[in-house]
């Protein structure tokens, strides 16, 4: 089984300050990891995802996350936010070897990301 | 090209009433996924769907859930007798490999209110 853990549910931060959203998980085989974003009343956009290679994935607008296998941790990162940054953030897992093409995505809790001006 | 779309985009209903819920993945896909939204369980897998085969009914939570596909393109997922604890947001993802792993694409969702 697998689980996803958000540490933190709420984050607040002044605009043009750095920030990082945490994310931590447990599973017995290797995993494919994914971090979505949902914009207030939208549905959920893949922001980034780890599949293989290089630790460190970005997405185009800014974003960027590590994965480190040894602390099961695939943290999101901005050096600087913008307002329209605010939403809520959900990081996932999905099994590497699923012998099939179930990719099922267990996801964390969400952690709500709120810049202020 | 269009996106997963989904239906209806709000459903009100009475506690022990039977709902359908439908998703129109995007054209070529050829896995479907259900997932569940509420503010207790965070999001949940519930049923996924691959072509022909038989679909993963791991995550449906009791058997007042079920769901179809068919022609391997529309899907179902009806709630028979309705609960207030079924009130969630239901999310329907197509899926189809890219870079030797399935994507998966959410459509906007279902809000069901059960009163």
């Known amino acids: 089984a697998q689980s996803v853990t958000q540490l933190d549910s709420q984050v607040p931060v002044f605009e043009e300050a750095p920030v990082e959203l945490r994310c931590n998980y447990s599973?017995?085989?290797?995993?494919?990891l994914f971090w979505y974003v949902q914009y207030p009343n939208q549905g959920l956009q893949l922001l980034l995802k780890?599949?293989?290679?290089?630790?460190l994935v970005e997405s185009i607008n800014g974003f960027e996350a590590e994965f480190n296998k040894s602390q099961t941790s695939f943290h999101l990162r901005k050096p600087s936010v913008h307002i329209s940054d605010t939403a809520e953030y959900f990081c996932?897992?999905?099994?590497?070897?699923?012998?099939?093409?179930?990719?099922?995505?267990?996801f964390g809790k969400g952690t709500l990301l709120t810049v202020n001006p | 090209g269009a996106g997963v779309s989904q239906s209806p985009s709000n459903k009100v209903t009475e506690k022990g009433k039977d709902v359908e819920l439908r998703c129109d993945p995007i054209?070529?896909?050829?896995?479907l996924y259900w997932y569940r939204q509420s503010l207790g369980q965070g999001l949940e897998f519930l049923i996924y769907?691959?072509?022909?085969?038989?679909?993963?009914k791991s995550g449906l939570p009791s058997d007042r859930f079920s769901a179809e596909r068919t022609g391997g393109s529309v899907s179902t997922l009806t709630i028979q007798r309705t609960q207030q604890e079924d009130s969630a947001v239901y999310l329907c993802?197509?899926?189809?490999?890219?870079?030797?792993?399935?994507?998966?694409?959410f459509g906007p969702g279902t809000r069901l209110t059960v009163l």
């Open positions: 993802a197509s899926s189809y490999k890219r870079g030797g792993v399935y994507e998966q694409f």
């Open positions: 599973s017995s085989v290797s995993v494919y």
């Open positions: 780890y599949l293989s290679g290089s630790t």
């Open positions: 996932a897992v999905s099994d590497h070897d699923s012998g099939g093409s179930n990719y099922k995505l267990t």
């Open positions: 054209s070529g896909h050829t896995a």
């Open positions: 769907f691959q072509g022909n085969s038989a679909p993963d």
